[in-house]
């Protein structure tokens, strides 16, 4: 395992024996028939919960390592076969709008069929009545003897070919179902044990992210593949005239790989439960940039499509000074960063229309909307030659689609920045030093991955002022001071309701750096300022504070030998931690 998992599997396993033996007794006792709840006495050791939870996290390992769609599917056939027990298994996907299925594996053959697309209301192998049950209610069915007990034991295929132990698992990822699981054992009654549906429960959520993963990754790749086939067709004729495309390529690939290491380092991030409620937040983040890189990269293929085969023809009517022109008019739009409000481009394009007149060129209205969606407000005398051409307004459309493509790259580069920026901020505020060792730490960056985190519960209805003096690096407990800043700012944020002003302010004061947390929330009242840092007391409804967050932030300040305080009136409330340097 990586990153040190099996030390760390050891150090669990020693430390919380009593847990892993009661929970295993609990998961030896319990299975799930249909939707309703057995009791049955049944009990499990130590030692096999180990294994179960050694496989589970292998297993786990191997899927999240997969990300090429076919591989995954018959990966995860294998895995789920294997710890299920199973006779024959079929992993069932929503293609076109349908439920089909995509992966068939039987333990008579080593072999694993992918990606075959037959849909289940006509394929004869798999109960249809159960799959559609599971896909609208997204709850498991688990049947010992199919024949003999469930609500499905009258349909006709179950009648027909006589299964006796029947499991069909949904797939859920994010509330939303991925795929469905369907296994059969015709030999024994009650193959599906209590132990075995665990592992496949903790498996399926896995498999959900993966399957996901997976698919986003083979509609990245398509996108590219179709862009660098297009690029290849047409090199030929534009071999002198291209450089731009390929830049774009390569930009694209580059992106590609980025977006993929960000999806892994996303997989690991969402299984971190101490972000709590920060998680659907950093989820809309992460998909806000990822929706860009893919709404651009189709605006790149259609512009391609629409472009591309036409400039060989275009060329053929160019020459001299009109080809001259062509490239000067394609530098000024790539290099054009201007930004008109509505009324400045009509002014604009009147103008513009104006002066293309005076030189009696046809379709000047035309030509003017487009220069100007340019940005190109002037018809300076070098680009006249192109426009004073038969096919004037094909060339500016044709400047202004490779323009556009440009445009599209640098869009999916600030995404991709934006989304590694997330990203690199969940791993640092994850992270936690066991090494007991203070750590030279920039404040303004420990503050600062904070503020990122919170960056979707803070960009509508908070001001949020920063005022970020020089300060040296000070050797402390980063991971610790990230929880005291959270919490601060947490609070700050409750008291404004998420809709006022927050000031962070960090300067250097005498020996110590001091960070102000500021709101303009109603105040602290004057009966509970004495009582603030007691452990448990909290003003918050039952069920919505532990009222242990100020009091472990003044423990925590107090072991960097610190001090924190506040001070407070209605409409302004600052929290001040002092930190030696």
Not at 88 to 93: A, D, R, S, T, Y
Not at 394 to 416: E, H, P, Q
Not at 476 to 497: F, K, R
Request: hydrophobic fraction near 40%; proline fraction near 3%.
């Amino acid at each position: 395992m990586r990153w040190g998992a099996k030390a760390k599997v050891r150090d669990i396993d020693e430390r919380y024996q009593d847990l892993f033996s009661a929970a295993s007794d609990k998961i030896s006792s319990e299975i799930i028939h249909t939707t309703k709840t057995l009791s049955a006495s049944a009990g499990s050791s130590r030692t096999s919960s180990a294994l179960d939870l050694k496989t589970v996290m292998k297993a786990s390992l191997t899927i999240s390592g997969e990300i090429v769609l076919d591989n995954l599917l018959a990966e995860l056939m294998r895995i789920l076969i294997e710890n299920a027990g199973a006779q024959k298994g079929f992993l069932i996907l929503e293609t076109d709008s349908r439920l089909c299925i995509e992966a068939q594996s039987t333990t008579d053959s080593e072999s694993v069929e992918v990606l075959q697309s037959i849909p289940v209301a006509n394929c004869d192998t798999v109960s249809s009545e159960i799959v559609s049950y599971v896909a609208r209610t997204q709850e498991s069915v688990v049947l010992k003897d199919a024949t003999q007990e469930g609500e499905f034991k009258n349909t006709d295929y179950i009648r027909a070919n006589k299964p006796k132990s029947l499991l069909c698992l949904p797939l859920i990822n994010q509330s939303k179902l991925s795929g469905i699981l369907y296994l059969e054992n015709n030999l024994t009654a009650g193959a599906f044990t209590p132990a075995r549906l665990e592992t496949l429960n903790l498996l399926s959520s896995q498999a959900a992210i993966s399957i996901e993963n997976s698919r986003l990754y083979t509609d990245l790749k398509d996108i590219n593949i179709t862009l660098e086939q297009k690029v290849t067709e047409r090199t030929e004729d534009l071999n002198a005239k291209n450089k731009t495309l390929v830049l774009l390529n390569q930009t694209l690939e580059e992106t590609l790989e980025q977006l993929k290491q960000n999806q892994a380092q996303l997989i690991q991030s969402e299984k971190m439960a101490d972000l709590g409620q920060l998680i659907a937040g950093i989820a809309h983040e992460i998909n806000t940039p990822l929706g860009v890189i893919r709404g651009s990269g189709n605006n790149i293929a259609n512009t391609l499509n629409q472009t591309l085969h036409r400039l060989p023809e275009l060329f053929q009517e160019l020459s001299g000074k009109s080809l001259e022109a062509f490239f000067i008019l394609l530098d000024e739009a790539l290099h054009n960063k201007s930004q008109l409000t509505s009324r400045e481009a009509r002014k604009a394009k009147r103008s513009l229309v104006a002066k293309l007149e005076t030189f009696d060129i046809e379709s000047a209205a035309e030509i003017a909307d487009i220069l100007v969606d340019m940005g190109v407000t002037e018809a300076s005398e070098n680009i006249l030659p192109l426009l004073q051409t038969r096919l004037a307004p094909d060339m500016i459309r044709a400047i202004y689609g490779l323009s556009r493509l440009d445009k599209n790259s640098r869009n999916i580069m600030t995404a991709v920045e934006n989304a590694s920026k997330i990203v690199f901020a969940l791993r640092k505020f994850a992270h936690y030093d066991h090494s007991g060792e203070k750590v030279l730490t920039d404040i303004t960056e420990n503050i600062e991955t904070v503020l990122t985190l919170y960056h979707n519960k803070i960009k509508r209805g908070v001001e949020l002022v920063t005022n970020f003096a020089e300060t040296p690096k000070i050797p402390c407990y980063p991971d610790e001071l990230s929880q005291v800043w959270t919490n601060l700012i947490h609070n700050a944020l409750q008291a404004i309701e998420f809709n006022g002003c927050l000031e962070i302010c960090i300067k250097p004061k005498d020996d110590n750096i001091v960070v102000a947390i500021t709101d303009n929330g109603p105040g602290i009242s004057n009966e509970i300022q004495s009582r603030i840092f007691e452990p448990f007391f909290t003003t918050r409804a039952r069920g919505e504070g532990s009222g242990l967050g100020l009091d472990i932030c003044k423990k925590i300040i107090e072991k960097h030998e610190g001090m924190i305080e506040f001070d407070t009136e209605p409409g302004k409330t600052a929290f001040r931690v002092w930190l030696p340097i």
